[in-house]
Structure formats: structure tokens, C-alpha cells
Nanobody, 115 residues
């Protein structure tokens, strides 16, 4: 069973950058599409970026052009490079499959963008 651990969040000023990492304890190579999800305070969790095992990417309109998702199948790693961060990017970021078939969500990593 795949388990994931997210890291890399923090406090950053608007316009800044962060790189999030997701380590899979099992093999994520077998999962076709992996994604990064975000849950802002008082809102539902939403998918912000996804990537297939062959590198095809998709982004929510709100992050397009600012976020870049990547994966390293050999190392069971998923990444999210975030640039030009905005206040509305604040939230807890999680990784999971797309759709989210990994039953046990990780603890997430908090991203706080100060305006």
C-alpha cells in the first residue's frame, strides 16, 4: 500500500517561491496520474496540478503559469515548484493519485503566503 509524506511548505511573502516534495513509501511508479491538492481555510480540498507517469501535466487555471509539477518515478518522488505565490495560495498541500485512490492521505504541508 502506498503511503505519502509531504514536505517543503513554509511562510513566504507574496511573489516568493517554494518547492514542495512528496515521498512515496511504496511505488508510485505504478500509479498513472499523481496530483497535488490544496485545502484553503474553510474551503474544500481541490486539485491544483497533476502529472501522468509519462510526464503529461495539467493545472488548475488559478496556478497555471506559476506552478510546475514533476515526478521522479525511480525515486518515488513528486514535486511542486511554486513561483509568484499569492495570498490565495495559502493552504495545506497534499499529494495523492488523481483521482485520489491512495486511501490514507498524508499529513500535508502548510503553505502560508503573506500579503
Amino acid at each position: 500500500q502506498v503511503q505519502v509524506v509531504e514536505s517543503g511548505g513554509g511562510l513566504v511573502q507574496a511573489g516568493g517561491s517554494l518547492r514542495l516534495s512528496c515521498a512515496g513509501s511504496g511505488s508510485i511508479f505504478g500509479i498513472n496520474t499523481m496530483g497535488w491538492y490544496r485545502q484553503a481555510p474553510g474551503k474544500q480540498r481541490e486539485l491544483v496540478a497533476s502529472i501522468t507517469r509519462f510526464g503529461r501535466t495539467n493545472y488548475a487555471d488559478s496556478v497555471k503559469g506559476r506552478f510546475t509539477i514533476s515526478r521522479d518515478n525511480a525515486r518515488n518522488m513528486l514535486y511542486l515548484q511554486m513561483t509568484s505565490l499569492k495570498f490565495e495560495d495559502t493552504g495545506v498541500y497534499y499529494c495523492n493519485a488523481d483521482p485520489p485512490t491512495i486511501t490514507k492521505w498524508g499529513q500535508g504541508t502548510q503553505v502560508t503566503v503573506s500579503s
